[in-house]
């Protein structure tokens, strides 16, 4: 369609002046955007991953038992095919485990997910921890 | 052009609707096979929210309606025939978008019911937007159709008189907001685009913040000089007397705030955002207003 150029080739020399209010306003999201970005280049340290992981739930499923988890990320840089394993303690002796891997757990961010165990763990301890990352 | 308008009208031939089908078919196609070919946005098919997938099926009807007016048929249209067209382009996505998934063996006669749905209802987006922008873009330029088209406009003027299509409001604000929009349809398009795909995420990821900010400024250059400064066909020239940065702040700023709005949509639409940290979203937003904003500033030299 070249009708609508072709009928208003140029802008219009007396703008209105909500077209300079949108410009002004977006004007200072811009500003506000490139500030914040730049702080975060200037302020932020280089932190390699570091990982909390919290049991958030569990129920029984067929066949076995779920352990719901978050994964957050407090570092500010990126890992990515985070292993995090998960086992079942019986007197400090593993009795089962279980492993999953998440594509990403971003800066700052958490992540979910769920281990899928046999049996249900009951009174035994169950530890998940992350066992490697790379960069992503 | 106007042959899809025409449907209602008994005095057009049906040789030229199905011409216009046929053209609102192919642009389905065209503008909907880099999407339907991507692997990411088969899987969002079956596991994005559907309350996010519903409001993108909802918030694409004005969009196609306001396409529908402003674009294809800009000099005939009145809202009942915006409507026709987005209803029939809409349905062409679907139909297309059913089509080739079916062609590709992606969905199959035993696919679970809900996923076969949100596959087809997740690609007919782009693909509607698609098939709307192919009638005008494929649409002949020859004089018949021009005169088609004029014999049309008084045919509907006599028929609609009072019909609220010919009310024309404050044309400088009216084209102002349309700017917009076109831009936000172009930016929406290219985000639709590569939104789906995680080398989105993964770059925003690989980013640290001084790329980011080059990026922003990358961005914002080239939505100035994709329009103003290159000489595309469609480019919009700045009155002589006019500094260049008043276009710079009445309609590229705006325009890259507009491709960022849309793109953190998108993003939001695909579950990108979920459980992310704000600086990690403005990151992944400011990649993804990349591609939106040659997609904004590319709609308005097009549309």
């Known amino acids: 369609m070249t009708e609508i150029s072709r009928k208003q080739p140029s802008e219009t020399e007396d703008p209105h002046w909500i077209e300079w209010a949108t410009g002004i306003f977006s004007a200072v999201l811009v500003v506000g955007m490139i500030g914040w970005v730049g702080v975060e280049a200037v302020v932020e ?32 840089r990126t890992a990515a095919a985070v292993v995090v394993r998960g086992e079942i303690l019986d007197q400090g002796k593993a009795v089962e485990d279980a492993e999953v891997t998440f594509d990403y ?17 009951g009174q035994r301890e169950v530890r998940i921890r992350a066992v490697g990352y790379s960069d992503p | 052009m106007g042959s899809v308008a025409a449907e209602g009208g008994l005095r057009e031939e049906p040789r030229s609707f199905l011409i216009g089908l046929g053209r609102g078919a192919a642009g389905a196609m065209l503008f909907g096979i880099p999407m339907l070919m991507t692997m990411e946005l088969w899987q969002l098919g079956f596991y994005i929210e559907r309350y996010r997938l519903f409001l993108l099926l909802v918030a694409n009807i004005p969009l196609l309606v306001l396409l529908a007016d402003r674009v294809g048929f800009e ?14 382009a809409y349905a ?5 978008s059913a089509a080739i998934l079916a062609l590709f063996g992606d969905i199959k006669l035993d696919t679970p019911f809900s996923e076969m749905l949100g596959k087809i209802a997740i690609q007919a987006v782009p693909a509607s937007i698609g098939a709307l922008l192919g009638r005008s873009q494929l649409g002949g330029s020859s004089g018949d159709d021009e005169e088609d088209d004029e014999a049309e406009e008084a045919d509907e003027k006599d028929e609609d008189k009072g019909d609220g299509g010919d009310a024309v409001p404050d044309q400088l604000s009216t084209s102002y907001s349309r700017e917009l929009f076109l831009m936000a349809v172009g930016a929406l398009f290219l985000n639709l685009n590569v939104a789906p795909t995680e080398e989105v995420i993964l770059i925003s990821y690989k980013m640290t913040p001084w790329h980011a900010l080059a990026t922003i400024f990358v961005s914002i250059a080239i939505m100035h000089g994709f329009v ?11 009155p002589e007397d006019t500094p260049w940065w ?31 940290a704000p600086t990690q979203m403005l990151m992944s937003a400011i990649v993804l207003a990349f591609p939106g904003a040659i997609g904004a500033a590319a709609a308005r030299l097009m549309l």
């Open chain 1, 105 to 121: 757990v971003p800066a700052q961010s958490k992540s979910s997910g769920a281990m899928l165990f046999s049996a249900e763990p």
């Open chain 2, 92 to 96: 062409l996505g679907i139909v297309m």
């Open chain 1, 45 to 76: 340290e280089d932190q390699p991953p570091e990982f909390g992981i919290a049991i958030t739930g569990g129920n029984a499923i067929a066949g076995g038992y779920r352990v719901e988890f978050e994964i957050a990320n407090r570092a500010t």
């Open chain 2, 75 to 88: 000099r005939t249209s009145t809202w009942r025939e915006a409507w026709r067209d987005a209803t029939i």
């Open chain 2, 228 to 238: 103003y400064a290159v000489a595309f066909k469609g480019t919009h020239e700045l």
């Open chain 2, 246 to 276: 008043h276009a710079f702040f009445r309609f590229t700023l705006p325009g890259y705030i507009v491709a960022m709005a849309i793109s953190l949509y998108v993003l939001w639409t695909f579950g990108r955002l979920d459980d992310t």
